[in-house]
């Protein structure tokens, strides 16, 4: 049996970020730049109004003998339009928030500083002098020609699309997204829209992990449940050696009919199979026809666990990403772990911030069977080998679920 820490060592070690290739930005939501990304043009890319006013030269805005000066408004640019002449001395042009400045104007005064007789006057009252460059976006004043604006390596979020849009790269180059194969195992093992029969119990685990990979921001595909015999499983694994990472729930531990490591020492290499924890000692690495195979145990509490403790560090090293593992922080226990475990313990928590520090409560029956000690959880509480229990109100670490990677 190997520690936690030994097992996703081992694990990362032979995990490689898959290949880049180029998808449509509105699909990179989440996914690694492959590559530096330089700006090929200005932004904004011409000088333009920041305001609904007029364009005007900043020394005609000057009180004339302490009357606000008059000017002749000779026309009107709009935003996404360009003025058909220039702004000279003693005139105006009406502009709006984002139009190009017209020639000649070196400053444009927002409507609220202006007056005019009535609508649509040909004539200007500048009721506040105004200073060169007032109420102007310079071009390039966000982003110049040439300049890196993202980093190889740096996760897309909305931001980054929107600088992305900006910067018109319709396609982005990124670190393709894993496609994962989700096998479930056993003959008591039925699927979630069939009747209960005597002896049988409903697949949880493959539709619990396929929204965990997805989540982890992999593809996952379901590819249903394997007998307990070596024939079927035999069948199921020629579909999943097709995609990058196997995940499969069951079959792995000591009992007659746990045949995944059977299978995998036929058709490639074992790894390692147990690790030091609880739940989820009977976890399963290694490989089958090249393809890394993550074998979790077939308790759904201890498949989400083992699941959150290595298959997602898996999927976020295959994408690129090089924070792969939950943070950790210092908790109080309010409600205290009494049970001794030998291995090391992973406690299902609720963390929250209270009065200035942060405050566990565990969930409940702590069974690897209990699939409700997982609701309300965002955090595993960590209570170290060797039988360790942990009085209320004492500190612990917590892994904190919903936190972003470190
Ligand atoms: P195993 O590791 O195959 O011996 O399974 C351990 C326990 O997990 C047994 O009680 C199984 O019935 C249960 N189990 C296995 N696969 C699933 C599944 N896909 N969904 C829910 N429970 C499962
Ligand atoms: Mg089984």
Known sequence: MISVEE????????????????????????????????????????????????????QDSRPKDGQPPRLRITGEVAAGYVADS???????????????????????????????????SAWVEIMEPVAQGNNIRPAGEDIQCGQTILLRGSEIGPWEIGVLATLGWATVPVVRRPHVAIL???????????????????????????????????????????RDTIESLREKFTQAVQH?????????????????????????????????????KPVAFGRIGGVPLLGLPG?????????????????????????????QIDVVVEDGVSERVQRRHYVRAHVEWRDGRFVARTTGNQGSN?????????????????????????????????????
């Open 244 to 280: 990058d990472l196997i995940i499969t729930s069951g079959g792995v531990s000591v009992g007659d009919f746990d045949l995944v490591k059977n299978i995998m020492e036929e058709q490639g290499q074992i790894n390692f199979w147990r690790i030091n924890m609880r739940p989820g």
């Open 7 to 58: 097992a996703l060592e081992r694990i990362l070690a032979e995990i490689a970020p898959l290949p880049t290739t180029q998808v449509p930005l509105a699909e990179v939501l989440g996914l690694v730049l492959a590559e530096d990304v330089v700006a090929r043009e200005d932004m904004p890319p011409f000088a333009n109004s920041a305001m609904d006013g007029f364009a005007l030269l900043s």
């Open 86 to 120: 220039a702004v000279q001395e003693g005139t105006a042009m009406r502009i709006m928030t984002g139009a190009p400045v017209p020639p000649g104007a070196d400053a444009v005064i927002q409507v609220e500083l202006t007056r005019s007789e009535v609508p649509g």
């Open 184 to 226: 479930g195992t056993g003959d008591e093992v039925i699927d979630v829209d069939e009747p209960l029969r005597p002896g049988k119990i409903r697949n949880s685990n493959s539709y619990l992990l396929e929204a965990a990979v997805r989540r982890a921001g992999a593809e996952p595909h379901r590819l249903g449940v394997a």
């Open 299 to 327: 308790n759904p509490v201890s498949a989400a666990v083992t699941f959150e403790l290595f298959g997602r560090p898996v999927i976020r090293k295959m994408l690129g990403h090089t924070r792969l593992v939950h943070p």
């Open 370 to 406: 209990i699939t409700t000690s997982l609701l309300n959880a965002n955090a595993f509480l960590i209570v170290p080998e060797g039988g360790t229990t942990i009085q209320p109100g004492k500190m612990a670490k917590a892994m904190m679920l919903d936190w972003p990677e470190v």
